[in-house]
């Protein structure tokens, strides 16, 4: 699987299909968070969420991962035009968040938006495993992620909408994985509580802040 030749239009895609409905899932939460003074951002693309979250934390330490180069490169070009002084904030790795050996850090926020779509249930358990090794006691872990409605007159066009999703990705880059997988079990086995959520397009589209260590 290889996000490289949709890096480009990827933005351009989301916003034929979705708006700016999307972009506004993944930063939802950002006002909510207690001072935080670093953070993990995990297949963020082309870098809106890191843009607008070193923004939003002028003090913040951003360590960004992606598997894809030309992410990188746009995510690096985005921020640069945005705001350059950030960049010294900022750490860009190109690795697999399954296998890359980051920093033994202690993140107080970990985000990860429309990413566990991608990966099978072991392997969104693995990547929680490894990352909440990484958590500090009270960390954020902020995910936005599609879902099936509750409801079922809703599920009638989120269920065709989310097999085309799919299939494009598998026939653009190659994705395997063709189904949602839960991360909310993982993230509880290691610790963290559901605090907040935002749903929007009838519960399609979520994004929840989970804290670690409360009920
Ligand atoms: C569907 S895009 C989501 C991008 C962005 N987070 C967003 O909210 O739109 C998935 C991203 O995950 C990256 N990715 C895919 N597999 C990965 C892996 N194993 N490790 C790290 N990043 C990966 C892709 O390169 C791509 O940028």
């Keep these: 699987m290889n996000c490289d030749p949709l890096a480009r239009s990827y933005r351009w895609m989301e916003y034929a299909v979705f708006g700016t409905t999307l972009q506004r899932c993944r930063c939802c939460h950002l006002q909510g968070l ?56 900022i750490r860009f790795h190109q690795g697999d968040a399954r296998t890359a050996a980051l920093r ?30 990484l958590a500090a006691p009270g960390a954020a872990w902020i995910v936005s992620d599609f879902e099936l409605p509750p409801n079922r007159l809703s599920a009638l066009w989120a269920r065709p909408l989310l097999r085309t999703m799919y299939l494009f990705f598998r026939f653009s880059v190659g994705l395997d994985n063709q189904r949602l997988s839960d991360w909310r079990a993982p993230l509880r086995a290691h610790g963290f509580s559901s605090r907040n959520a935002c749903r929007l397009w009838a519960g399609f589209i979520v994004s929840e802040l989970w804290i670690r260590g409360t009920e």
């Design 104 to 133: 033994s850090e202690s993140y107080d926020v970990i985000a990860a938006h429309f990413f566990f779509d991608f990966f099978s249930f072991a392997d969104v358990e693995l990547m929680i495993s490894r990352m909440s090794a």
């Design 34 to 89: 207690q001072n935080p003074r670093s953070a993990l951002v995990l297949g963020d693309g082309d870098g809106r969420f890191t843009a607008r979250l070193a923004e939003r934390y002028p003090d913040l330490r951003i360590d960004y991962l992606d598997i894809s180069g030309n992410m990188i490169a746009l995510a690096r070009r985005r921020i640069e035009r945005a705001n350059a002084a950030s960049m010294q904030r």
